[in-house]
């Protein structure tokens, strides 16, 4: 049997401590693209505190495994930590990393954004097995190297050794809980999440979630939504949305009554491929022409968190913010959710949404009883044409959700229809055989290429559900709404200049990329009407309401946006994918820094930094007030 001694034991503690600290390091690279030595201490902090409760708790045989499996966790949290940053762009807490498991369903889109960098965090473990390999070779009863591995005792048995590792762990202990408690301290108040992250430490930074959810969640446990909801009606009430957004009766109120509704949420679709041409090629010729006939809302902006798609549905029919960190599906698919299902069950509607996936994929067989639907229909509904790891195609897509809903039709009952589309998910590799468009040769292989080809085969499986509502009898009886659920082009490989070169047009890699389509398509309407008002996910449910003659205000439900056609000014908040705080209203686009007063701005008009925007330090004290209320008033919705 080897023995260590006191000696040994403080090189292994040091050696650990000293590579973990070195990774929490290289994440501040990946993530931040620098080291700002004035906070390295947070990162710090809390490994000693950790390896000293480690050193005083695990017996000396095995403490150095102890010391392995905390560096071994550490660096598998970090890697999925850094895939997480690279796919979303946005700093995971712990709940976010409990969803990993959904995350990684779509495998190829998340293999797409690991980088070789990523593998740094396991570096260590190929240099200690290469020690470990030479050790064995040169080992000799007179050499006696401190190790990672167990088998060893403690050589210095005297009671004065012991007692000084003793000390020496409880002073890391309180030295590093100290520092910890600190930087979770002095970072509170911070509402950007990178920015707080960066600040406290990411170790931290998770511990500073959990706090807050504690207090959070005991506060609502006190609260009374009726009087939430009065504090949300009378914030809404001191912002000047203007128009006819209180007139008695708004402009449209109605003119759809009674007619069916399809809304098709687009999978990573955004709005700058509408009306453009690739080497000729029009790359939306369906979206164009509805665009054309109905209402476009070509200023609308993404505001989903980190459940993406189901945030995307999750707001659409709720017009209630997501929490940004908690996917709502997986916080709140326990509730009884107000809802446009519901709205419309009142009027008799039936509502069914379609989903090519299977229904567990972000815990949406939770999330459509929570938001009130009559049924849904997801994989095993669909012939499996292997379009993507998906499964079924948009065609497919379409044919079984024309076939539901003609036998409604048939049956005289009006229906609500949700459907999912996922032809154009990350990352963009459609088959040969369902490509529509020849792609320039500079753009085959890249990123915006595949991307453009996606969006033209979602545009031609839109024309192809078009044509089966005209020929199934329902296109003049529908009124059809088509909006992206989020961004598609990852900023990191894909340049703004690269799109700017390919299709003619400016592209900045915030506002374009967050900029997704909205377009409402009536039947009767004589003419096309582009709305030029900035609108979000949140206004979706509103708009919807106000055609088909359904009074918000009547009805008594509390919506946190607004109808897009009877509004003259607006403001949306946006968070997880930019910091809490960041909002667009008809002028700009907001991103905070510790604060307002060191925040950034840029022109919605004209993509140019704005210097001055001093004059919206109100619309960003309202969004991050409103945001506040929405996330209470959803926390206490009743649960089912």
Do not use: C
Not at 142 to 155: C, F, K
Not at 296 to 301: C, E, K, L, M, N
Not at 513 to 542: C, S, W, Y
Not at 578 to 591: A, E, H, K, R, W
Request: net charge negative.
């Amino acid at each position: 049997m080897n023995t260590m001694n006191k000696r040994d034991l403080l090189r292994n503690f040091a050696l650990v401590a000293g590579l973990i600290w070195a990774k929490l390091l290289l994440l501040r690279i990946l993530f931040y693209g620098r080291i700002d030595w004035a906070w390295i201490a947070a990162d710090l902090a809390p490994v000693v505190l950790v390896m000293g409760l480690l050193a005083i708790v695990v017996p000396v045989r095995f403490r150095r495994g102890a010391y392995l499996a905390f560096d071994v966790l550490v660096s598998l949290v970090l890697f999925a930590a850094t895939v997480y940053f690279n796919h979303f762009g946005s700093v995971p807490t712990y709940v976010a990393l409990q969803e990993l498991h959904q995350v990684f369903q779509v495998k190829d889109s998340v293999e797409s954004t690991v980088q070789a960098v990523d593998y740094l965090y396991f570096a260590d473990f190929i240099l200690l097995a290469a020690f470990a390999i030479l050790r064995k070779w040169r080992r000799s009863r007179r050499t006696v190297y401190p190790s990672l591995g167990g088998g060893y005792e403690w050589r210095d048995s005297r009671p004065g050794s012991r007692r000084a590792m003793l000390a020496a762990a409880l002073l890391a202990v309180i030295a590093g809980g100290l520092l910890s408690a600190y930087y979770i301290r002095e970072t509170k108040e911070l509402t950007n999440e990178l920015v707080h992250a960066e600040s406290a430490g990411f170790i931290n930074y998770q511990v500073a979630a959990a706090i807050s959810a504690h207090e959070d969640n005991g506060l609502h446990l006190k609260g009374d939504i009726n009087d939430t909801i009065a504090q949300i009606a009378a914030l809404q009430a001191t912002y000047p949305y203007g128009g006819k957004s209180g007139a008695a009766q708004p402009d449209y109120f109605a003119s759809q009554k009674g007619k069916n509704v399809i809304v098709v949420q687009m999978e990573a679709f955004q709005n700058f491929p509408i009306h453009q041409t690739l080497a000729g090629q029009e790359l939306t010729p369906n979206l164009n022409k509805l665009a054309d006939e109905g209402f476009y809302f070509p200023q609308v902006y993404q505001q989903i968190g980190s459940g993406n798609t189901s945030d995307a549905e999750f707001m659409s029919n709720t017009s209630i913010y997501p929490l940004g960190a908690i996917p709502m599906s997986s916080g709140f698919g326990d509730r009884e959710l107000p809802s446009l299902p519901r709205l419309l069950r009142d009027k008799g509607y039936e509502a069914y949404t379609f989903h090519v996936n299977s229904v567990g994929f972000w815990n949406r067989n939770q999330l459509y009883p929570a938001l009130g639907f009559t049924g849904y229909y997801d994989k095993k509904y669909f012939y499996n044409d292997h379009f993507n790891a998906f499964g079924a195609s948009d065609e497919q897509l379409y044919i079984t959700a024309l076939e539901k809903l003609s036998a409604l039709q048939r049956k005289g009952t009006p229906f609500y229809a949700q459907l999912v589309t996922a032809s154009s998910h990350h990352p963009f590799q459609i088959p040969d055989s369902f490509k529509k468009i020849a792609v320039p040769e500079e753009l085959q292989g890249t990123m915006l290429g595949d991307y453009l080809t996606a969006i033209n085969y979602t545009d031609y499986a839109i024309g192809k559900l078009v044509e089966g509502l005209k020929q199934d009898g329902l296109w003049e009886n529908t009124v059809l709404v088509f909006y992206g659920d989020h961004f598609g082009l990852q900023p990191q490989n894909v340049d703004p200049e690269q799109v700017t070169a390919a299709l003619g047009i400016p592209y900045d890699s915030q506002v374009s990329r967050f900029n997704i389509p909205l377009i409402v398509h009536t039947p009767g309407m004589a003419q096309g009407k582009a709305v030029e008002q900035t609108g979000g996910q949140l206004d979706i449910l509103p708009t919807i309401a106000n055609l088909l003659g359904i009074s918000l205000k009547t009805e008594g439900f509390t919506a946190f946006g607004h109808d897009l056609l009877n509004i003259g000014r607006n403001v949306q908040g946006m968070r997880y994918y930019l910091p809490t705080g960041s909002f667009f209203n008809d002028d700009i686009m907001f991103v905070p820094g510790k604060g307002f007063a060191d925040g950034k701005a840029v022109s919605l008009k004209t993509l140019q930094p704005v210097e001055d925007f001093s004059r919206y330090e109100s619309d960003y004290d309202y969004i991050l007030e409103l945001e506040r209320l929405s996330d209470q008033y959803v926390k206490l919705l009743p649960q089912r």
